[in-house]
């Protein structure tokens, strides 16, 4: 595999140049981790990097599969339920791929003993990019959970498609529609269901997978064939990306690609984490300092401000256990009741309905329990839409989060990913760690508190790295820091799924991130403004500017009648007055939306889930917006009217921004 920098990489950092042999063993070269100098580590683990050469040689020896895989023309998928013909589509041609193919590498290669991992296939689906920028580029996305479905990135997040419900189709059942602004784009994006098990992959249900190291020998068999069957991707600018659990996922991947022979002309360019769980170490703390900040915890509540006191105290003493970054577990015991304690106040009842925060999304409310687990609609299981994305293998039904394959996950002998990004960087490729500013089970705070605790290239932390406004047509979006090859992007008025909430703006994102050159496309036109700091760019408006993000819901009938029951009819009286009425009645009755949920029961559906110990209902702060809060005993009292940081808030902040294209007219909006 190659990095960005085929030969050496190069690291400046204070006028220092660090150069990386890339034919070197991985023992000569620097190997950090948070909180640790990466001499420190690499003189702890060098028997770990030798143990890790050794098996990628025995992985390289060992005989190769005989191929018998489909071909490209097998896996084109000319139409989909609403769209009959897709590469000819009048606005918004895109030639898409799909269908499974083998990952077990074989015995002996590191997918796994035994049964683990045998006949495994992974799904895949791959929109082909659009545009070109001079040169091409390609994006493979990973959803989380673990065991969540990349059908939430391509239909939600940043992918081509959004859903059209049953009520406004011909047929009477859901379709999907082709929208602007999808990373496509301008990057050929394969959104990848892994491990096998999840989504529309497969695999026999004695042969799941438990640790993240068999995920990557999986992932590389994969990539091994779907560069057989697709040639013309070898040797292209390739980028990880993905949100939650993947950045576990990815940085393992990441480190994997970059030490295996396996694949030679895999060029591994950067990786782009969306509100990832990757450090617990610095993580956990940030639920209590997020809760500060966001004013979930305050003045006035001491006995909820002293709980999570408490839970931290309790949870910091087990993390002190973990001095070593290579036996930091993905999740502690001990630690799960830290969240809790910030979120669990809002959990209360209204007019006899039990109401919760939205833990990702904590401008919003959900209906407890249920919390959010009704998105999305059965599309994926559809036996037209298995049949055409040529998936038939898998005999059990599409769910969007499989809780055996996040049971079976251990994670036993699987160290927190974040002890492999220091060696990322110092290879040269390029990070980004982006984050929706409203989310608090993966929040900014722990992010920010990661990065500051990294070191790499002989230097710890951000370096006082300037924190960059970030502007779209003067409008302030977020905020933007890199030093190092590490880039950090916090994303106002967005959730954990940023690219559904505000989708222009990732989209300005990652064209940045992969230093699209907009110059370099004949005939087209540059229509928006984007700036950091002193860098000024031209970026491209997609559609009329109609307000972006407001969301398709993850979860049943939370329309404006879902707060009127809830006891807000006041709330929902001034809000509706001030917005033209025919916005709404047009907009299909614009939805509050819900992330999460709570875990499966049988049928093997679980909510996406980040392991923090104990099981998730979302929760949001609706007393503010009520004229509420509860006393020491859990009954409701009058208070005084606070200054609107709820829902009424975030119409307004939706309302505000810039909006650089539309997603269209069904019930997203």
Known sequence: MQTRYDARARIRSAGQEVNLDRGASSNDSLLGAAQFSSSQVNKQHGGLDQHRDQKHKQRSAAPRQIRNLPTAADLYVPSLPGIPNLASHPTHPLTLYAGMLPSYPGEGRGGGDGDTGRDAQIFFMMAKARRSAGKQRVVLWFNGGPGCSSFDGSLMEVGPFRTVPASQTASGQVEVKLVDGGWEEFATTVFIDQPPGTGLSYVPTNGYLHELDQGSAHLIQFLDNLYYVFPELKGLDTYLAGESFAGQYIPYFADALINTTSLPDFVLSGIAIGNGWIDPKQQYPGYVDFGYEKGLLKEGTPQEAQNAEEQLRNCM????????????????????????????????????????????????????????????????????????????????????????????????????????????????????????????????????????????????????????????????????????????????????????????????????????????????????????????????????????????????????????????????????????????????????????????????????????????????????AEEYELDENGRKRKVERRSRKGKGRAREREDERESVFALGEDEDR
């Open 317 to 624: 003493s087990e993390l002190e256990k973990y001095q070593d970054p290579f036996s930091t577990p993905v999740n502690i015991d001990g630690c799960g009741g830290v969240m809790d304690a910030v979120s669990t106040p809002f959990t209360q009842e209204l007019n006899g309905k039990r109401v919760c925060m939205n833990v990702y999304d904590v401008r919003l409310v959900d209906d407890w329990p249920a919390c959010g687990m009704n998105w999305p609609p059965d599309l994926p299981d559809r036996d037209d839409v298995v049949s055409a994305l040529h998936a038939s293998a898998k005999e059990t039904a599409w769910v969007e989060c499989d809780s055996h394959v996040s049971s079976e996950l251990h994670l036993r002998s699987s160290p927190a990913a974040v002890a492999w990004i220091p060696r990322i960087l110092e290879a040269g490729v390029q990070v980004l760690m982006f984050v929706g500013a409203e989310d608090l089970i993966c929040n900014y705070k722990g992010i920010e508190r990661m990065a500051e605790n990294l070191e790499w290239g002989g230097i710890r932390g951000m370096a006082n790295a300037t924190m960059n406004e970030w502007y779209l047509n003067d409008t302030q979006v977020g905020q933007w820091q890199t030093s190092r090859n590490l880039s950090y992007a916090k994303i106002f008025a967005s959730s954990h799924m940023v690219g559904f909430d505000v989708p222009h703006v990732t989209n300005d994102m990652i064209l940045r991130f992969m230093d699209v050159d907009f110059s370099l496309i004949p005939g087209l036109a540059a229509s928006s403004k984007s700036r950091i700091g002193n860098d000024d760019r031209v970026s491209l408006s997609f559609g009329p500017g109609a307000a972006a993000g407001i969301p398709l819901l993850k979860g049943g009938s939370t329309d404006w009648e879902a707060w009127y029951n809830a006891g807000s009819a006041f709330l929902i009286l001034i809000i509706l007055l001030s917005v033209v009425a025919f916005y709404f009645y047009f907009r299909g009755r614009a939805r509050i939306r819900r992330r999460g949920g709570i875990l499966s029961g049988d049928d093997g559906n679980a909510a996406e889930r980040v392991p923090l110990g104990s099981e998730r209902v979302e929760l949001d702060d609706i007393e503010r």
